[in-house]
């Protein structure tokens, strides 16, 4: 008994003497430039918790989120959860008055400037704008442009006599030597078990566009009448997944087929990539229990790429573990292992002007049309598996979504500031539930073909 005793006594000396937990803010004395912002956290359910005197609702699970208005300058606040207090100084900073910032203006250039792209997957953009939404392409180191002039940090490019588009200024080099317009010197099409591939052998590389419905390349800075070339391949199904470049002068396009699906086991050899968000130096967002993003997205990845595999699945797994993976190395891993679909695991959060107890549930986010069938299905799948709130499908310039080579999606599995997203994410059975709810969704949307 005394031993019992003895060991129960330390066990009770190596926990914290108070249960008290603030996630966020990372700081006592942050710097935050908002209206508001809000306190997460995690504390004894037992004790009263306030904050400057207002009670604090304390989930069941002891997870809390609070939103506190900031006034300029220092903002103090008075954490009490029984007998512990935390202070936190937050510092609003003052609105400074900014003379009128002068609208760029386009310059022209007297004559048409040569240049030549510099860096792999450059965007060629519709407007002089650094946003997702106005990609026409990503083009080829090496690609000559033609630049009529420039505006607010972009080049403005002919494409042909009538076409335009615009290019950051940091991504190409001015050139002495001026282009020739290109030749289409021959076009030919063949096909593998997986691929329909159409071949343009050109004089050189140009710049083109690429518009998914109906799936059109443009190939422009060619010697025709019109100087440019369009052309939509023929194959009579969705698409799923494509890839579009350059090898040396030949213009490749690959249009993956849809693969043979068995209905009675519809995942059987189908590769799918599993990206769990973040790992290593990026820890992600915080929930308020305290767990990081990056550990929870990678159990719940973990789960997922198990269970995809029992069902026959070839999954490709981006990281195992907790370590540093760049976004565009987990675009490449799955491209290298040629996976069909990509789904990348991860938790929201929201920005100090909003309040956490408004938002919750699981979305999902695409960015090419292509994936937007597969998000669907899936969400709908997830909201009846597990019973989360439906937080929507959104279109959104993710890096890992702007994958065309397969279907690519990112699903945030719910909000890790919320008190009840946060328990929620952290139980098993909920877990398998969310799960269940994205394999389901697969397999629903594979059997529509």
Not at 9 to 20: E, H, R
Not at 300 to 322: E, F, T, Y
Request: proline share 5%.
């Amino acid at each position: 008994m005394k031993k019992l005793l003895l060991a129960l006594s330390i066990l009770a000396l190596s926990y914290p003497a108070f249960a008290l937990e603030i996630s966020y803010p990372a700081s006592t004395t942050p710097i935050i430039n908002s209206k508001s912002t809000f306190f997460i956290g995690n504390t004894d359910t037992s004790k009263p918790l306030t904050i400057n005197n207002s009670t604090v609702n304390v989930h069941k699970s002891g997870n809390f989120a609070y939103v506190v208005n900031l006034e300029e300058g220092k903002n103090t606040f008075t954490i009490k959860s029984g007998d512990e207090t935390k202070v936190y100084e937050i510092i609003r900073p003052a609105a400074t008055k900014c003379s009128p910032v002068k609208s760029a203006q386009f310059v022209p250039y007297d004559e048409k400037k040569s240049a030549i792209v510099t860096s792999e997957n450059t965007p060629l953009r519709s407007s002089a704008e650094n946003f997702g939404i106005n990609r026409l392409s990503h083009l080829n180191e090496g690609t000559p442009v033609n630049i009529l002039g420039e505006y607010n940090g972009f080049y403005k490019i002919e494409l042909s006599p009538e076409t335009y588009a615009w290019i950051l200024k940091n991504q190409v080099k001015i050139s002495d030597e001026q282009f020739s317009p290109a030749k289409i010197l021959n076009f030919s099409s063949s096909e593998t078990p997986e691929y329909e591939i159409y071949e343009f052998e050109l004089s050189g590389k140009v710049p083109y566009t690429l518009l998914e419905n109906p799936f059109t390349i443009t190939l422009y800075n060619l010697n025709n009448n019109d100087g440019f070339f369009k052309f939509s391949p023929f194959y009579n199904h969705r698409q799923f997944g494509y890839s579009t470049g350059f090898e040396g002068n030949k213009f490749v396009l690959k249009v993956r087929k849809v693969p043979n699906i068995n209905k009675n086991h519809p995942l059987k050899n189908i590769k799918i990539a599993i990206d769990a968000g973040h790992g290593g130096k990026e820890s992600g967002a915080r929930c308020c229990s305290g767990i990081l993003e990056k550990d929870l997205n990678l159990k719940i990845s973990n789960k997922l790429s198990q269970k995809l595999a029992n069902k026959g699945a070839k999954v490709i797994k981006i990281r195992n573990d907790d370590s540093f993976v760049s976004l565009s190395d987990r675009i490449k891993i799955a491209n290298e292992n040629d996976a069909m679909i990509f789904i990348s695991i991860h938790g929201n959060a929201l920005p100090d002007n909003l309040n956490p107890m408004e938002h919750s549930g699981t979305s999902i986010y695409y960015y090419y049309n292509q994936a937007k069938p597969l998000a669907d299905s899936i969400l709908n799948n997830m909201i009846l598996s597990s019973g989360t709130n439906d937080d929507k499908v959104r279109w959104q310039s993710f890096a890992v979504v702007r994958n065309t080579n397969a279907l690519s999606i990112l699903i945030e599995t719910g909000y890790l500031i919320n008190p009840n997203d946060n328990w929620m994410l952290e139980q098993e059975d909920f877990q398998n539930k969310l799960v269940d709810g994205i394999i389901k969704g697969i397999e629903e949307f594979l059997t529509l073909y």
